[in-house]
């Protein structure tokens, strides 16, 4: 087992990484930035070291400042948590080079799985249900082409990436042009690169992904799905486990998916495969995602299993003590994404000091975040300051359980989504559990109309 971990990250997700450690017993180093010399993950780390400017290009994204931290700390792992760099190859190979494990896949599955065109490619062949569509596409004169067989409407996609971006809907031929170019010049300014591809469009559809753990030696085990559905503009606000629209067959035929696409890349370590689900019951393939999710709490208090502690032991070369029989849903869990922004004015960012923070507590409540009175919020990082977990017998109760943590939960001195969270749970939609991706956007669309 490693003795000291660096965890290349900042807020919530280094706080989650070094509490997993400290009750593993495996020092921590952390980084931090300018803006974040106060962070509390700077206080709560064993070590600490500043590797550059505000801005994530000069600090989280600097891979030779970080990776000169490791050396010189001592640090035999590197735990990237999610986005910044927990899903480029280009990191992951320099670690492979230095002799530091990287808490995550190779740098080859990381290329061949952020690869979304490629990605496609092998889940057909390994017999996972793809959506309809085509692969990359290499001028606007071919896409065209592509896009009459495909039909309309279907969606363009960059092939590298993620968060939403470089992704346009086409509905006729007549808007193709102009969203083949922006979703092309929008990629290549995200990613680096402006390859895309299509896919039909299917609506209504639900978004469902399967948590997956696989160790070194073969050893795969799903823990079951994720409701994705509540989305605003392709960036998820709630999640719940299980999903209210998955039966249990349905639940299995899934979970053997998943699995069949971990093994047909020999995946190490924690991913998410990510499906479409329609409301005849097919599920399509969208994505894996090759790294920790934001939304991994929600399986933990499910399956009471800590995901973030198998990552750091797959890593280290234990093999799962536990097999998919041993892999029991207990209740529902409901995750709201607490961000310091304004629903009422845009969802403008909202920066400013923490003058008060009351936590709501109970049984099977839980609070993940890194803010703390007197913190001040720079604005130069994601709006997201916290994540509020509960976890029920049903999902009746676990909405109750939500809603009356959500009205507990206190943070003055900025604004943020907690009323918004409140009113999502109190819909009627939201609560048969029928609601689709298309929820937010037709909810808002619904609240202009109102207005005017």
């Given at each position: ?6 965890i ?7 706080i ?6 400290k ?7 952390a980084?931090?930035s ?6 509390l ?8 070291y500043?590797i550059?400017g ?5 600090s989280?994204?600097n ?14 792992a ?46 057909r062949k390994?017999g ?14 071919q ?19 993620g ?23 929008e ?8 390859a ?5 469009y ?12 696989s160790?070194?030696y073969?050893?795969v ?10 989305q ?10 299980p999903?209210?629209?998955?039966d ?33 019951g097919?599920?399509y393939?969208?994505e ?6 934001v939304e991994?709490?929600?399986t933990?208090?499910?399956v009471?299993?800590?995901?973030v502690?198998?990552q750091?032991?797959i890593?280290?070369g234990t ?11 207990h ?14 004015n845009?969802?403008?960012?909202s920066?400013?000091?923490i ?20 913190y001040?919020?720079p ?15 049903s ?9 009356m ?5 206190t ?6 989504n ?5 009113e999502?749970?109190?819909?009627p ?19 202009t109309?109102?207005?005017?």
């Open positions: 087992m490693f003795s000291k971990i660096l290349a990250n900042r807020g919530e997700i280094a989650r990484i070094i509490r997993a450690c009750e593993m017993g495996i020092s921590t180093v980084i931090y300018d803006a974040d010399r106060n962070a993950h700077v206080k709560m780390a064993d070590e600490s500043c550059g505000s801005s994530v290009s000069e989280y994204l891979m030779i400042a970080i990776l000169t931290v490791a050396v010189i700390s001592g640090a035999q590197i735990h990237p948590g999610y986005g910044l760099l927990s899903e480029n190859a280009k990191f992951v190979s320099l670690c492979e080079k230095c002799n530091i494990e990287f808490i995550g896949p190779t740098s080859e599955m990381i290329s061949m799985l952020g690869d979304k065109d490629q990605a496609r490619k092998t889940m390994a996972v249900p793809v959506t309809p569509g085509c692969d990359i596409v290499e001028n606007l004169e896409g065209r082409i592509e896009a009459q067989k495909i039909g309309f409407p279907l969606l363009i996609k960059a092939r590298s990436g968060g939403g971006r470089g992704i346009r809907l086409v509905n006729s031929i007549e808007e193709f042009d102009n969203a083949y170019h922006s979703a092309s010049t990629a290549k300014n995200a990613f680096g690169d402006g895309v591809y299509m896919e039909k299917l609506s209504p559809v639900k978004h469902i992904e399967m948590q997956i753990l160790d070194k073969g050893n085990v799903c823990l079951g799905e994720r409701e994705c559905s509540v605003r503009k392709n960036q998820k606000m709630i999640e719940e486990c999903s209210p629209a998955v249990r067959e349905t639940r299995l035929q899934m979970m053997d998916a998943a699995k069949k696409a971990a093994q047909a890349v020999n995946y190490v370590n924690a991913g998410t495969v990510e499906f479409l689900l329609d409301m005849d097919n599920f393939f969208m894996m995602n090759t790294r920790l999710q991994h709490p929600v933990e208090m499910v009471g299993i800590d995901i502690q198998w750091i032991r890593a280290a093999a799962l003590n536990f097999t998919q029989d041993r892999v029991f849903l209740g529902n869990a409901i995750e709201c994404r607490i961000n310091a922004e304004d629903p009422e845009n969802f403008r960012p920066c400013g000091t003058d008060f923070i009351h936590i709501p507590g109970g049984p099977c409540v839980r609070f993940d975040t890194a803010i703390y009175q007197d001040d919020i604005p130069f990082y994601d709006s997201m300051i916290g994540k509020l977990i509960v976890q029920a017998r999902r009746e109760l676990a909405i109750r359980k939500m809603k943590a959500l009205s507990e939960l943070i003055a001195g900025v604004i943020t907690r009323n918004l969270h409140i999502i749970l109190s819909d939609e939201f609560v048969s559990g029928k609601y689709t991706t298309s929820f937010m956007a037709e909810r808002e669309k619904h609240k109309n109102n207005v005017e």
